[in-house]
């Protein structure tokens, strides 16, 4: 028996020449994970259609300064309240007679952002506080996760108001209100997953490589992890929309005149036995944005379960 | 066996390449808040040595501490007392750092999908290693994409798919090629071949013996098929809730079984050979709980031979042969079992 030389054997490719083929065959390369999400994303007609309205309203949103018909802040105390289908006002005008499509699309600015935005936020930090809990496990896990639990003791709405309240009102303060809502839950998910991944042969593999915690978390649990936490957030979205919302509806987030649909939703309560098809017409877009969301993040989940 | 040689070995050939020497670790139950109430002794007081070169068996029923011990070896769980030492010196001491000792031992999991990540490649997960300790991303990926060729995957066809689009035999290909990646001179495989069919397993139990002689690897091969630890292990170690009962040379200790737990054991497996028909009784009901197992030698209430002193007294590995060692009163010299003398006088 020969003593093998170890690392010449490891380098040069040991391939028998029988089975290498003169020319070197081209390397097969698989779409990736990603890739294979969105092959699937894109044969599901529910998620297009979804996303494409999401796409529409927050362009619209964005683009509404240049493209609104009308002034949205203009009102006319002769023309309140004209129902859907008038030929000045197509969506109908408001209790002070502004125009409802315009104010609906500008509305949309900062009901998106005030939707998103404390998502985003809550995203970054509730991952990072329910990976950490996750990965090193312990008393650590316990004294984040319990402190976590204190803020379930609340009902969300009620905490959002609370905060919103105890900050003072402003879009700034409602956002950072949402933000704390919404970490706990995001927190929970990370943390779940997280321990789930953390149990994994191929974690305890990447130890025995004798890769650092950080390596092992960036490399080998992250891209595990963070799919099914977005997937959760991207559900909340609808959830931060309408509690911003209902933010606004209690003066506690946008002041009037800014159009916001929780707000506009507030100011024309007033207005449901007169002409109620106009009054529903915030809600109507609230319900759209937020059933999109929710529909297309419904699709990323099943896009992004992995065949075994 | 003729060890490679290697650059690293210290000992030389003689030195064993893992030493165990009361290895215990029990894991504490808690029950609700407040202090653990009980504890499981998972892995209680074992010894045994993995000499160079070999393939070490190690077989028992399931929670009899196999897994664990390969745990503890591997510094994937901490120990709570013995000493774990890898050519002579203290696994994460000052002379071996728990990452040193790992460039040079690797494990090979027995279920081949949750060993691998599946957002990542084959050629990532064999490459993440040795880029871990510095090798540039390209030339990593290229050792990888030898060592698939290396246990028989073509390179061109696997280096780039995710690990769902593999069967088990070819996942279990690529952790054998992921552990290999860092050079190791020990490989622990945990029952690595239990959970393929009996024709892939038969072709990775081949690749194993063939890396084996080429790279000059040792091997702790746990597993519960004996027909598997009687082709591949040139020794054998039996454990019994949290102790070695017997170790020793594969042909002596299932050809010749001193123990009657690996005689039943022996005895569980259906033979076809009326020569080696064994006359014990089978095992009758489950292992004892380890959270509180019996007095004194721990087989004794299933146990064919056991007498009131089994209760009382607790065995320690003996030697009763060359390299052959069994923990059972009945083989001891001077013992009170009755069996006892009668075989020492047989033996003499």
Redo the contacts between chains.
Sequence with gaps: ?S??V??A???????PAA?APAP???????P??WGHVGRKLLRDPVAIGAGLVILTIVAVAILSPWITPMDPYRGSMLRRLRPIGDPTYILGSDELGRDMLSRLMVAGRLSLFMGVTPVILAFLIGSAIGIVAGYVGGWLNTILMRTIDVFFAFPSVLLAIALSGALGAGIFNAIVSLTCVFVPQIARVAESVTTQIRQ???V????????SSF?IVR??VL??VLGPIFVYATSLISVSMILASGLSFLGLGVKPPEPEWGLMLNTLRTAIYVNPLVAALPGLAIFLVSISFNLFSDGLRSAME??? | MTPALDPRDRGGPGQPLVSVRGLVKHFPIKKGLGRARAVVQAVDGIDFDILKGETLGVVGESGCGKSTTARLLMGLIPHDRGDLLFDGEAIGGRDLPLRDFRRQAQMVFQDSYSSLNPRMTIEASISFGPRVHGTPARRAIEEARALLARVGLEPARFAGRYPHELSGGQRQRVNIARALALNPRLVVLDEAVSALDKSVEAQVLNLLLDLKEEFGLTYLFISHDLNVVRFICDRVAVMYLGRVVEIGPAEAVLGAPAHPYTAALLASMPSLDPDRRTEEPPLAGDPPNPIDPPSGCRFHPRCAWGEPVCAKEDPALADIGPHHAVACLARQPGAAHSRAPLLEREAA
Excluded: H, I
């Excluded at chain 1, 054997?9 to 391939?15: I, K, V």
């Excluded at chain 1, 070197?24 to 698989?30: G, I, K, L, Q, V």
């Excluded at chain 1, 305890?204 to 890769?211: E, I, M, V, Y």
């Design positions: 028996m003593a093998p170890q690392t054997s490891l380098t040069a490719p040991a391939l089975a070197a065959p081209a390397f097969e390369r698989s990736g994970y994994r042969d191929y305890d593999a990447a130890r025995l490589s004798g890769a390596t490399v080998q891209g595990n992995v065949k075994e």
